[in-house]
């Protein structure tokens, strides 16, 4: 083989190809809708194109999932609205593809490891400036809008909670990264961008970002705890208050956003039910939606009509919400159970639950169980796999940790040369 071959067959390798596809995929998500999803195709294309379909059933985690979403598609025939019905499963179509992707995907090298992390990082930083700069321009004006929960702009279509998600998960792929960076250059910039990237959560103050980073800062000190010694442990823990005492005195932003939640709690306790306060109304719209299941236990209302049953309820139990307060609940687990009833619902935190049958006792498990237990906690939150940016960060990089693990058993996607 002459070397313009080898050169060729290099660059084209499988793995090559994916981290092409990454970059084009975080790119997409910061900025372009279509190029996350053409770099999706590519990306399920590329890891599948010599792999015969009769090896797909292997893998699964996305066998498994594939039939939640086919229960998806099957409540068309008891949904009235067929055109919310198709919204709501054509933002799955993912998990049509990702899990299977990623289970032919050869294991990625340190080399790739350290190019991956190094490369998304100025794409993520670039969004960061994209948002801090507002804030630059007219501090006085978005200071006053945190007041009432309007958060200064960001990229992915102004999607805070999917931006600041991303920034924290790419956080937890960063510390266990971080062995794998060859050199001390590359040391020393990955960790400048790891502390960028966490003032600016804080800066952001968004909840979703927040949380996340903590409950994995918290996992973190434990591991360090029982990994090393106890001390290590313990200045960890102490510096993690210290850094979140500091940040919410010197934070004029987080500050006002904290104050935004003492004023939800307040009025929460005055029994407040005019929906004007955003944790209030997620109280409001988890009743409604236990009401809902409880009426349609089999089958669900249909993935079609969930919205329409919603606002039917506030109508009925809390006529005084206008509308642009009616929601969805912002809890995936309600929203199956709503649309496709309790067995659905139950066999959906089956499969939330299966991916922890592939941990073992390594410092892989430990980042694959961080990043497991941040996203089922939004799914507890927020109703992630309901828009299109939430599947994908789910997805991109449950997977991608996942994919990391040095034992690929049943239980998880097999890595296939």
Not at 181 to 195: E, N, R, S
Not at 290 to 307: A, C, S, Y
Request: net charge positive; glycine share 6%.
């Amino acid at each position: 083989m002459n070397k313009s071959n080898f050169l060729i067959n290099t660059i084209l390798d499988k793995s090559n190809v994916a981290i092409f596809c990454i970059l084009g995929m975080m790119i997409g998500f910061l900025c372009s809708p279509a190029v996350s999803s053409i770099s999706v195709f590519l990306f399920g294309f590329n890891a599948i194109r010599d792999v015969h379909p009769r090896k797909w059933i292997a893998q699964k985690w996305w066998l498994l999932g594939l039939i939640w979403v086919i229960c998806y598609a099957v409540t068309w025939f008891w949904s009235e609205d067929k055109g919310y019905w198709g919204v709501r499963l054509q933002v799955k179509l993912p998990f049509l593809l990702l899990p299977l992707a990623f289970g032919f995907l050869p294991k990625f090298t340190p080399k790739q490891i350290q190019f991956i992390t190094v490369s998304i990082a100025p794409i993520l930083l670039s969004g960061v400036y994209y948002s801090i700069s507002f804030l630059i321009d007219d501090f006085n004006y978005y200071l006053a809008e945190y007041k009432y929960s309007h958060l200064i702009p960001t990229p992915v279509r102004g999607d805070h909670i999917r931006f600041s998600l991303s920034i924290a998960l790419y956080i937890v792929w960063s510390f266990y990264a971080f062995q794998h960076l060859q050199t001390k250059a590359v040391k020393w910039f990955v960790g400048l961008c790891i502390g960028l990237l966490f003032i600016y959560l804080h800066v952001l103050a968004a909840k979703s970002g927040l949380i996340s980073i903590y409950i994995f800062l918290g996992c973190w000190s434990i591991y360090l705890t029982f990994s090393y010694k106890k001390i290590v442990g313990l200045v960890t823990i102490s510096f993690i208050i210290c850094t979140l005492f500091f940040a919410v005195k010197f934070i004029p932003t987080l500050s006002s956003r904290l104050d935004t939640v003492r004023t939800n709690l307040s009025v929460l306790k005055n029994g407040d039910k005019s929906g004007n306060y955003g944790d209030v109304g997620r109280l409001m719209s988890y009743d409604i939606a236990f009401k809902l299941i409880k009426e349609h236990p089999l089958k669900g209302v249909g993935t079609g009509d969930m919205l329409a049953q919603m606002k039917k309820g506030y109508d009925q139990y809390y006529p005084q919400v206008v509308e642009e307060n009616r929601l969805l609940p912002h809890n995936q687990f309600l929203i199956v159970g709503i649309g496709c009833g309790i067995p659905v619902m139950i066999y959906f935190v089956f499969w939330c639950l299966y991916p922890l049958l592939s941990i073992r006792k390594n410092r892989e498990s430990f980042y694959f169980f961080s990043v497991w237990l941040i996203l089922f906690i939004q799914l507890l939150i927020e109703p992630v796999l309901e828009v299109q940016y939430g599947v994908f960060v789910f997805l991109f990089f449950l997977l991608l940790q996942w994919h990391t693990l040095p034992q690929k058993s049943s239980s998880c996607p097999k890595a296939t040369n």
